[in-house]
């Protein structure tokens, strides 16, 4: 299970991500974010200090984000990313195209 909050719309839109982002509810991850995103288009950062979870889905989903959010000219950040987590972006060297603190 996985629960996506936006905390702030402006001047970044800030999202809360805990539990677990996977193949069952990745879309639904994508289609929230991109959902507020065409609300209020700026920056994006993810607050991922709560997330459990993700498996290559996941990944391809972030990616997925970062293309649409670049494509206008803005950026994305993920934040608070758990060590084993964050390996996993650098395994596939995603940590090279998108900033993760």
């Not at 209020?40 to 997925?64: A, E, H, Y």
Request: net charge negative; charged share 25%.
């Amino acid at each position: 299970m996985q629960e996506v909050k936006v905390i702030a719309r402006s001047p970044v839109l800030s999202f809360a991500l805990s539990g677990e982002i996977d193949s069952k509810n990745a879309d639904e991850f994508f289609d929230i974010v991109l959902a507020a995103y065409e609300e209020n288009k700026g920056d994006v950062l993810f607050d991922c200090s709560g997330l459990s979870f993700i498996d290559s889905t996941t990944l391809g989903t972030f990616v997925k984000i970062l293309k649409h959010v670049r494509s206008d000219g803005h950026g994305m950040k993920l934040t608070g990313m758990q060590a084993r987590l964050k390996k996993l972006f650098v395994i596939c060297a995603l940590d090279t195209i998108m900033e993760i603190e």
